[in-house]
């Protein structure tokens, strides 16, 4: 059994920062990409950024050069540095993993998710 565990949210004003962290545990091979998804009160699900497991990331245009993913493939984590945070950051930020969890099976995993709200 895989579980992503997501810690760092909170409160914090508007351009304030916060460090996301996401924990992958349990019967893990390997893991690909890992990223981040956010989804704000009456919106759908978005995408953030990812990286890929050589550290190759990519983000939406909406946080690009304020946010910053980073891994340690030692610790099966993920961090989202969240800078210059903005009101239309506030939402529910959820981890995402693809993980091997043998030679020929890989699978995307979710976290439960870690509110973060701005608001002065």
């Known amino acids: 059994q895989v579980q992503l565990e997501e810690s760092g949210g909170g409160l914090v004003q508007p351009g304030g920062s916060l460090r996301l962290s996401c924990v992958a545990s349990?019967?893990?091979?390997?893991?690909?990409?890992m990223g981040w998804y956010r989804q704000a009160p009456g919106k759908q699900r978005e995408y953030v950024a990812t990286?890929?497991?050589?550290?190759?990331?990519d983000y939406v245009d909406s946080v690009k050069g304020r946010f910053t993913i980073s891994r340690d493939n030692a610790k099966s984590t993920v961090y989202l540095q969240m800078d210059s945070l903005k009101p239309e950051d506030t939402a529910v930020y959820f981890c995402?993993?693809?993980?091997?969890?043998?030679?020929?099976?890989?699978?995307?995993?979710w976290g439960q998710g870690t509110q973060v709200t701005v608001s002065s």
């Open positions: 990286i890929s497991s050589y550290g190759s990331a």
């Open positions: 349990g019967t893990i091979f390997g893991i690909n990409a």
């Open positions: 995402n993993a693809n993980i091997r969890t043998s030679l020929t099976r890989a699978k995307d995993y």
